[in-house]
Antibody
Framework: EVQLVESGGGLVKPGGSLGLSCAAS????????MNWVRQAPGKGLEWVST????????HYADSVKGRFTISRDNAKNSLYLQMNSLRAEDTAVYYC????????????????WGQGTLVTVSS | QSALTQPPSASGSPGQSVTISCTGT?????????VSWYQHHPGKAPKLMIY???TRPSGVPDRFSGSKSGNTASLTVSGLQAEDEADYYC???????????FGTGTKVSVL
């Protein structure tokens, strides 16, 4: 069974930094692109970042570009998100999610997802 | 890149059908057949219901169906059941600079 378990959320002051981790199990982690998606309180889902299976290709939403850094360690089956210069609007539940690749083809679909970890940016 | 537009809410009685629209542009919904739909119960992980516009993953009931016309994709839930009450989001590929574009979300209520 695929499992994605996020950790590292918490309370941080505006301008501060926080690092999130996602421990993956139940699949060959090094074969899949991975994603971070967030949901602010009372708001909709928002894509944050994607990293390819090798880590060579990385994409960010405009809202976090230059402040957030996605990375992965395939030896440790782990995905990371380093968040710097945090703002109040970064307050959200952050989900780790895998690319969905039925029959070996990955048609720009995100699934499955973890349960999420809450990041609160407040003074 | 703007979010895809969904109606804030939709509702129906048990057994009825409800259709949710997802409107984008030719740079996302209209440009690719990479539209997927997710069901999200608060506090839980989102669940994939439809991908590539109209394909259901295994385990998803055939009461859920998807379609697309031009820049608008749609999700139809037929034979509404109480457990279908949730938030629904569409997602589209938006090109190499906007890998994923999310919809604004629709709260479906079963009356």
């Amino acid at each position: 069974e695929v499992q994605l378990v996020e950790s590292g959320g918490g309370l941080v002051k505006p301008g501060g930094s926080l690092g999130l981790s996602c421990a993956a199990s139940g699949f060959t982690f090094s074969s899949y692109s991975m994603n971070w998606v967030r949901q602010a309180p009372g708001k909709g889902l928002e894509w944050v970042s994607t990293i390819s299976s090798s880590g060579e290709n990385i994409h960010y939403a405009d809202s976090v570009k230059g402040r957030f850094t996605i990375s992965r360690d395939n030896a440790k089956n782990s995905l990371y998100l380093q968040m710097n210069s945090l703002r109040a609007e970064d307050t959200a539940v952050y989900y780790c999610a895998r690319d969905f690749c039925p029959s070996g083809v990955c048609p720009f679909v995100i699934d499955p997802w973890g349960q999420g970890t809450l990041v609160t940016v407040s003074s | 890149q703007s979010a895809l537009t969904q109606p804030p809410s939709a509702s129906g009685s048990p057994g009825q059908s409800v259709t949710i629209s997802c409107t984008g542009t030719s740079s996302d919904v209209g440009g690719y057949n990479y539209v997927s739909w997710y069901q999200h119960h608060p506090g839980k992980a989102p669940k994939l219901m439809i991908y590539e516009v109209s394909t259901r993953p295994s385990g998803v009931p055939d009461r859920f169906s998807g379609s697309k016309s031009g820049n608008t994709a749609s999700l139809t839930v037929s034979g509404l059941q109480a457990e279908d009450e949730a938030d629904y989001y569409c997602i589209s590929h938006g090109g190499s600079n906007h890998l994923y574009v999310f919809g604004t979300g629709t709260k479906v209520s079963v009356l």
